[in-house]
């Protein structure tokens, strides 16, 4: 049974940073793409950033100015460092996983598997 756990997340004020951790593991399959989505109160989730295992990262318009993922295929671990924090950003913040990042990857019903969360809050 594939199982993710987020980690990383915290409270911070406005214009701090802070570095989500999301660890993978119990894959049968292959499972190349892993992806930090987010999801606000009242809000859809949406999609930050995905990455494969050749060191390909897709990322939401939105995001790439102040977030960058990175992946450790070694590990099955997938990072991402949040930069320069706004109240917006309050968020939970899910990793998830499905075998292939080509399609729809920062789209939510793309992927299979998902963590718990980790809780991210900004304050002023």
């Known amino acids: 049974q594939v199982r993710l756990v987020e980690s990383g997340g915290g409270s911070v004020q406005v214009g701090g940073s802070l570095r989500l951790s999301c660890s993978a593991s119990?894959?049968?399959?292959?499972?190349?793409?892993m992806a930090w989505f987010r999801q606000a109160p009242g809000m859809e989730r949406e999609g930050v950033a995905a990455?494969?295992?050749?060191?390909?990262?897709g990322y939401g318009t939105s995001w790439k100015a102040r977030f960058s993922a990175f992946k450790d295929n070694t590990k099955n671990n997938l990072y991402l460092q949040t930069n320069d924090l706004t109240l917006e950003d309050t968020a939970m913040y899910y990793c998830a996983t499905v075998r292939s990042c080509n399609g729809d990857y920062l789209v939510a019903s793309t992927y299979k598997d998902w963590g718990q969360g980790t809780q991210v809050t900004v304050s002023s």
């Open positions: 990455s494969d295992n050749v060191g390909w990262i």
């Open positions: 119990g894959y049968t399959d292959s499972r190349a793409c």
